[in-house]
Nanobody, 118 residues
């Protein structure tokens, strides 16, 4: 069974950094796009960043403004989200997702909580 498991969330002070990881298992995600999304309490889920199998990345620019970096290790089937200069408004549950190149995201993780305190 395909599974994505996030880790690395936690409590951090404003201005600090966190590195989230998303480990894939259960089947091959070869060729798949991987993405990070987040959802704050009372708000809609929003796109954060995505990366193709070949490493081409896209970002929600107004949201991350150069503070976040997405990367992937295809041998370890893991995707990372490096988050720097964290702000209060970055507090949310961060989830990773996988999807085929020509389709929508079809596999989702349970999410990891990120809390930024000022």
């Amino acid at each position: 069974q395909a599974q994505l498991v996030e880790s690395g969330g936690g409590l951090v002070q404003a201005g600090g950094s966190l590195r989230l990881s998303c480990a894939a298992s259960g089947r091959s995600f070869s060729g798949y796009n991987m993405g990070w999304f987040r959802q704050a309490p009372g708000k809609e889920r929003e796109f954060v960043a995505a990366i193709t199998w070949r490493g081409i990345s896209t970002y929600n620019i107004p949201l991350v403004k150069g503070r976040f970096t997405i990367s992937r290790d295809n041998l370890k089937t893991t995707v990372y989200l490096q988050m720097n200069s964290l702000k209060d408004e970055d507090t949310a549950v961060y989830s990773c997702a996988a999807g085929p190149v020509t389709g929508s995201y079809d596999t989702w993780g349970q999410g990891t909580q990120v809390t930024v305190s000022s």
